[in-house]
């Protein structure tokens, strides 16, 4: 008895938690339901006041929509039985007034939900009509069930409705149409060559390519009232499509045809003076457009591409579409030096090399093309952390495979050089490190002095200790009877691997020292080409120094390319010795003509839309550059592109006796004594002599002048030490201190 009843007890346990669990379930499920119909409820609310906003943004355009509802269905009855039937039979009039309202509801509900007021109609195109479609369909439907559930269709014409379906895309296309009225009836066939009187004024231009990207062009050419090009004609690859127009532009033949299409564009006054490459030239063929840019060059038609519609704009710009140069090493107007490669190779390939100032433009150019000659291992020392992480991250991706070191290094630093000599103890050292901007270096005399002259001395005493092949120390036309400090400091950079080559003739052993001198180079870091563009860019003024001055300019590779093949010439032939590789770099150039043609080449008119600013001489620079020095002697080079130049040499002994007390000044930051020193070593280096030594400061000869050296005019060493002692507080001391490892 006991036992059935714990058995009923226990059961009745067990049902009772199964109803709570039950109650459970269906409270939650209510919950849930709840909250989803309260969060339904917040999104409906919510999507049905962005819809009234919506309207509210576009009322003349809902207003429009709602009257073209109601027109089309009224049309359409009318369209089905004919206005006398319609007019006879009052039962179609009832059944029109019955199905108008609750198609307006309809109407007003579905049109805002179907987004036709969340586009912006202006810029519209073919695959936004789905969106008119879709409400059309919706709207129909909806009014189909109405009816159905109301009258069961009776008296309700089915045509009627496919017809009214027809009529309401027409009208919602064409009220959306009308937003772009003013581009559709731009331009007429012969728009683009009428010679009206505002077009005169603009720029005739003759586009390459008659794709995807020359469309887009026209189309934007064609909104903006205020661009300065007008087209005039396309020349296409093939010349299938000779003799039909582009959005009103004409195509007059293929890329072969180009002169003739410029003589019939000559003969109706509308000469192109821009070609406009509208994709890439080497989408069109690397040959076929490079010809075609010089015969436009040639012809004086600046010559320029279309940016990529993905490219990321500087938000300042305010040109919409700008127009990209093609080739700035046009400006240099001559040919490009022929190389001797297999020279170079042999030069390269299997040694060790090492660069200082790899991370710089002449250092990154050169470690890229000694990469791709196969050394057996590259170093790059490099003072800048970002120049030395951005050079070893192209060379990762570039030559993954080829073995290489990165070196955070001063060359001013002695024994940081030592030590790096001495870890990788290279065969071929190029030495590219320098402060080359010279108002900069005029400001720092001190730093340029360290850097130009006791950085080259630490890179040529390492190179020779620890046996290298060769050093090969990059140079500037600055040099040449210098006015500026860090012309003068890269003469005595010169001067120094000058003494140490004809020391090793002498000996006959020790490392080859070549010199390599060259002048501007295009697109190079601080250079004159990159401020130009920038200035073009803002809207100019760009700003020359002197009318009159000249420059020579090189581009970056082919200054690097002729460095090598002078240094694999120099070291292989033997050639060279005690002498400066001087490269040909033609003839001068003016920079008031460089910045002309820069503003021709960006589609603009000389000091019409950019102006140019003449803003005098900057500390230290020339009017003109020169090749040879006063004291050079010019002589024959057997290396294609290059000339030699014998400068009268100094004794090393003196050089490292002077380099000590510069070093010694320099780091005291006496710039009076460090001019003072570099003009008792640099012919003709002129420099404004400090006040307090006054008429004591004149150039005199020294006493211990050797024979053959009546070019050293400077300061006397007892007036030298007297300066010294009064900077140091009365120390005489005059030699400074100096490694003797740096004497080796």
């Not at 950019?610 to 009017?623: D, S």
Request: charged residues 20%.
């Amino acid at each position: 008895m006991e036992r059935g009843e714990k058995v009923i007890s226990a059961q009745r346990q067990e049902m009772g938690a199964r109803r709570d669990d039950v109650l459970a379930a269906w409270k939650a499920a209510i919950a849930y339901a709840g909250s989803a119909v309260s969060a339904a409820f917040l999104l409906s609310k919510k999507t049905a006041s962005s819809h009234v906003r919506k309207v509210r943004q576009a009322p003349l355009l809902f207003a429009t929509d709602l009257v073209s509802a109601c027109f089309a269905l009224s049309f359409a009855f009318v369209a089905r039985y004919g206005l006398e039937q319609v007019q006879a039979s009052p039962e179609l009039i009832q059944t029109l007034l019955f199905a108008g309202p609750q198609y307006l509801a309809i109407c007003i509900v579905v049109f805002p939900m179907a987004g036709l007021y969340s586009r912006n109609w202006r810029y519209g195109s073919i695959s936004d009509l789905w969106t008119i479609l879709r409400a059309v369909l919706i709207t129909t439907a909806l009014l189909v069930c109405v009816l159905f559930f109301i009258t069961r269709l009776e008296d309700i014409p089915r045509a009627a409705l496919l017809l009214e379906a027809l009529l309401l895309s027409l009208f919602l296309s064409a009220s959306r149409l009308s937003f772009r009225i003013n581009e559709l009836s731009l331009p007429d066939n012969a728009g683009w060559l009428k010679q009206a009187p505002e077009r005169e004024q603009k720029i005739p231009t003759l586009l390459v390519g008659a794709g995807d990207a020359a469309d887009l062009y026209l189309r934007a050419v064609s909104r903006d009232r205020s661009c300065f090009h007008r087209p005039v004609a396309i020349i296409e690859p093939t010349g299938a499509c000779e003799g039909i127009m582009l959005r009103g532009v004409p195509i007059l033949g293929a890329l072969t045809d180009f002169e003739r299409v410029v003589r019939e564009l000559r003969l109706s006054n509308s000469f192109p003076r821009h070609l406009v490459f509208t994709e890439a030239p080497s989408v069109f063929g690397e040959e076929v457009c490079e010809k075609l840019i010089r015969q436009a060059e040639a012809l004086g038609i600046a010559v320029s591409r279309l940016s990529q519609m993905t490219e990321l704009k500087n938000a300042k710009r305010g040109n919409r579409f700008e127009l990209k140069s093609i080739e700035l090493t046009d400006l240099l107007e001559r040919p490009q030096a022929a190389l001797d490669r297999d020279a170079i190779l042999r030069l390269i390939r299997r040694r060790r090399v090492l660069i200082t100032g790899a991370g710089g433009s002449i250092g990154s150019e050169l470690t890229l093309q000694i990469a791709a000659c196969e050394p057996s291992q590259l170093v790059l020392v490099e003072n800048c952390e970002f120049n030395l992480y951005t050079i070893d991250l192209e060379l990762a991706e570039r030559f993954p495979t080829l073995p290489r070191a990165t070196c955070l290094c001063n060359v001013r630093r002695a024994n940081r050089v030592n030590d790096v000599f001495e870890e990788y103890r290279p065969e071929l050292v190029f030495h590219a490190a320098a402060l080359k901007h010279v108002p900069m270096v005029e400001i720092n005399p001190c730093e340029g002095a360290l850097t130009n002259v006791i950085g080259t001395m630490n890179v040529a005493n390492a190179a020779r200790q620890i046996g290298a092949l060769a050093m090969v120390q990059i140079s500037t036309d600055k040099v040449v009877n210098p006015t500026s400090v860090m012309g003068g400091t890269k003469r005595l950079a010169e001067l120094y691997c000058q003494a140490l080559d004809l020391e090793g003739v002498e000996r006959g052993s020790g490392p080859r020292y070549m010199t390599v001198r060259f002048g501007n180079v295009l697109g190079s870091s601080g250079s004159l080409i990159p401020l130009f563009k920038r200035q073009i860019a803002s809207g100019g003024p760009l700003t020359v120094t002197d009318p009159d001055m000249t420059r020579f300019f090189m581009t970056i590779r082919e200054a690097v390319e002729l460095t090598l093949q002078a240094s694999a010439y120099g070291l292989e032939g033997d050639i060279g010795k005690g002498e400066i590789f001087v490269l040909d770099m033609g003839k001068p150039v003016k920079i008031m003509d460089i910045a002309r043609r820069m503003i021709r080449l960006a589609g603009l008119v000389p000091d019409k839309d950019i102006a140019i600013k003449v803003i005098g001489l900057r500390p230290g620079e020339k009017c003109y550059e020169e090749l040879f020095d006063m004291n050079d002697t010019p002589v024959p080079s057997p290396v294609p592109g290059v000339f030699g130049a014998i400068p009268r040499p100094v004794p090393l002994s003196k050089l490292r006796t002077t380099f000590a007390r510069l070093e010694r000044f320099a780091e005291l930051g006496d710039a009076s004594m460090v001019l003072a020193l570099i003009s008792s070593l640099v012919p003709g280096y002129a420099w404004q002599r400090p006040a307090l030594a006054g008429a004591a400061l004149a150039p005199m000869q020294d006493e211990s002048t050797r024979e053959g050296e009546d070019h050293d005019v400077g300061l006397p060493d007892n007036l030298l030490a007297a300066l010294v002692a009064e900077t140091d507080g009365g120390s005489a001391e005059v030699s400074g201190w100096i490694s003797p490892s740096r004497l080796q």
